[in-house]
């Protein structure tokens, strides 16, 4: 639809000069002649695709990698995670480095730079392990005590005893033991946490302490200090002993000897991965073949109570 500006302009042209300059004291000439430009700059902007102005946007893999730095690296300012970007050959700009973190709400580091218990734990996993005695009730009314140590690196647990009668010197000679596999292990522990049962004596502390492991202690009513050595023996009640009438103490000695095999060679560790804590991942399935046809067994451990599922040979 044609608008009366743009049928005014065009009839300037034809009309006379003497009344043309009637009009004009009607309309200002400036006006007239943006009147005469305006439906060419309408045609040419509809022919022409508009260019963005600027800088172009930094691609999607660098802004990720920008977010995965300071993600991964709570202590990093943009400088340095402006340099690390450098030093992989990835060309920006510090200034974008700084936008990307703005846009994204992630704060500086000084205000990134609290560290949560859990990622304690986890940093310094390698030379931390974990101790407790949990008891059991037997058919005949016995109530023997297990003694168990995990490592937090690799989940590992170590079944060391089993008594109805726990002492000092008892839980002595099972440190003894302990010390001995770990220096078979190779392990590199520097830490051992227990709770505060008065069936850990001072000889105890003193011989872990000789050992070069330091013995801490979990605050009163505070099992979350101690979470993976407790998490273990609800996963122990929970898959086995809930499960498994016990005779005598013979028998929760073979049990939870076949459930610790079952635990470090079998069940998997969402913390590992999946893997379990003495066996890692086989490698991924690809061909489309084997994965039509899978071919796995069962075994059975426990007279049932336990199932391992493998590939047949």
């Not at 963005?52 to 730095?69: D, E, F, K």
């Not at 990622?119 to 168990?148: I, M």
């Not at 505070?222 to 050595?229: C, D, V, Y």
Request: glycine share 4%; with cysteine; aromatic share 6%.
């Amino acid at each position: 639809m044609v608008s009366g500006r743009a049928i005014l302009a065009g009839l300037l042209h034809h009309l006379p000069k003497d009344r043309l300059r009637h009009l004009l004291l009607l309309v200002r000439p400036e006006t007239i002649s943006r009147w005469h430009r305006e439906p060419l700059r309408r045609r040419h902007a509809a022919t022409c695709v508009p260019r963005r102005r600027g800088r172009p946007r930094t691609i999607r893999s660098i802004r990720a990698m920008v977010l995965r730095l300071a993600r991964e690296n709570a202590p990093w300012r943009y400088r340095r995670i402006h340099g690390e970007l450098a030093a992989l050959g990835i060309k920006v700009a510090a200034c974008t480095v700084c936008e990307i973190l703005r846009e994204h709400g992630i704060p500086p580091a000084p205000e990134r730079q609290k560290t949560t218990r859990a990622d304690f734990l986890r940093n310094q996993a390698k030379a931390l392990l974990a101790c407790n005695l949990f008891e059991v009730r037997t058919l005949t009314g016995a109530r023997p005590y297990v003694f168990a140590v995990i490592e937090h690196t690799t989940r590992r647990i170590r079944v060391l005893g089993a008594t109805a009668h726990p002492t000092g010197d008892w839980i002595v000679q099972l440190g003894r033991n302990l010390l001995m596999d770990l220096e078979d292990a190779g392990s590199r522990a520097q830490f051992l946490t227990r709770d505060r049962d008065s069936k850990f004596t001072a000889a105890f502390d003193a011989l872990m302490t000789d050992a070069g492991l330091k013995v801490v202690t979990t605050g009163i009513r505070m099992p979350r200090m101690n979470s993976l050595a407790e998490r273990w023996i609800q996963a122990c009640r929970r898959e086995l002993l809930d499960r498994t009438l016990i005779w005598n103490q013979s028998h929760l000695l073979h049990t939870l000897r076949a459930y610790e095999s079952f635990y470090n060679e079998h069940r998997p560790q969402r913390a590992l991965e999946q893997a379990a804590p003495c066996r890692p991942l086989p490698p991924p399935i690809t061909q489309q073949a084997q994965l039509a046809h899978l071919a796995v067994h069962r075994r059975d451990r426990l007279s049932g109570t336990l199932h391992e599922h493998q590939h047949a040979a």
